[in-house]
């Protein structure tokens, strides 16, 4: 299948690659399959999250380890199984980031804890996680 990613152009897809998310994630409802790509040639430290069903609608997303924080939080008994996760070692978490609009350019980017992504790799199910007050850990770490 091929899809015309806004910021990649034409991207070939192989059906085995789609990660479906059965509830769409919140405000983009419809749009339930999804794909993972990143620049040909280039580090996969950052993924765009492509909608297949909306070719308009994509995402930047990265690993909280990117950015130097161990994040833990629980999975309910229903997410667990709307992710059809067995295994934790299968489930990847990323956070969606973005550029700040209302700061200044040296600010970076921004990143959105509160509603990660987690992903079963092996079953290619996802959902978004809406953390609606804080119960989770997030740890800061240095880099050298």
């Known amino acids: 299948m091929k899809i015309e990613s806004p910021v990649l152009g034409k991207v ?4 085995d690659k789609i990660i479906e998310f059965p509830a769409g994630l919140p405000g983009f409802e419809t749009s339930r399959r999804f794909v993972l790509v990143h620049e040909e040639g280039s580090e996969a430290n950052v993924f765009l999250l492509q909608s297949v069903d909306d070719a308009n609608l994509a ?16 999975l309910s008994d229903e997410e667990t ?11 990847a ?14 600010a970076g980017l921004r990143a959105n804890f509160m509603a990660p992504l987690v992903i079963n790799t092996a079953a290619k199910r996802g959902l978004q996680k809406v953390i609606d007050k804080l119960g989770v850990d997030i740890i800061l770490r240095v880099r050298g």
Request: proline content about 9%; overall charge negative.
């Open 12 to 15: 070939e897809i192989s059906d």
């Open 59 to 74: 995402f930047s997303l990265t690993g909280p380890e990117q950015l130097g924080i161990t994040y833990e939080f629980p």
């Open 81 to 91: 199984e709307s992710l059809k996760l067995a295994r934790p070692e299968d489930a």
């Open 93 to 106: 978490v990323a956070v969606i980031i973005r550029k700040s609009d209302d700061a200044p350019s040296s």
